[in-house]
């Protein structure tokens, strides 16, 4: 089981950025998929983006156009740009991953095994 470490949360105003990683225990070899969560009180937990092993990736109508992940070259981290943020975005954020047999496709279902403990995401004024 991989332990993934969540970091780059924090306080930004609207319209601002930030970039959060994902940074794994070891190698993410193939058919490993990483997704990104995130949580606000009271609402469900949902899926932004994920990125397959082969690459391919997937994003939430809510993030589609500001959000972008992608893959570090060291392959055992994975980077969550998230700009002209807004308040709404205001959440816990996770990674999570697992492994997949289909390298062409990940899921934002939260039916990953290993998750990380989740880093704070504040955007106000």
């Known amino acids: 089981q991989l332990q993934l470490v969540e970091s780059g949360g924090g306080l930004v105003q609207p319209g601002g950025s930030l970039r959060l990683a994902c940074v794994a225990s070891?190698?993410?070899?193939?058919?490993?998929?990483i997704g990104w969560f995130r949580q606000a009180p009271v609402k469900e937990r949902e899926g932004i983006p994920c990125i397959s092993s082969g690459g391919a990736t997937k994003y939430a109508y809510s993030v589609k156009g500001r959000f972008t992940i992608s893959k570090a070259s060291s392959r055992n981290t994975v980077y969550l740009q998230m700009d002209s943020l807004k308040p709404e975005d205001t959440a816990v954020h996770y990674c999570?991953?697992?492994?997949?047999?289909?390298?062409?496709?990940?899921?934002?279902?939260?039916?990953?095994?290993?998750w990380g403990q989740g880093t704070q995401v504040t955007v106000a004024p």
């Open positions: 999570a991953g697992d492994w997949r047999a289909e390298p062409s496709m990940c899921t934002l279902f939260p039916r990953y095994r290993d």
């Open positions: 070891e190698f993410i070899s193939h058919y490993y998929d």
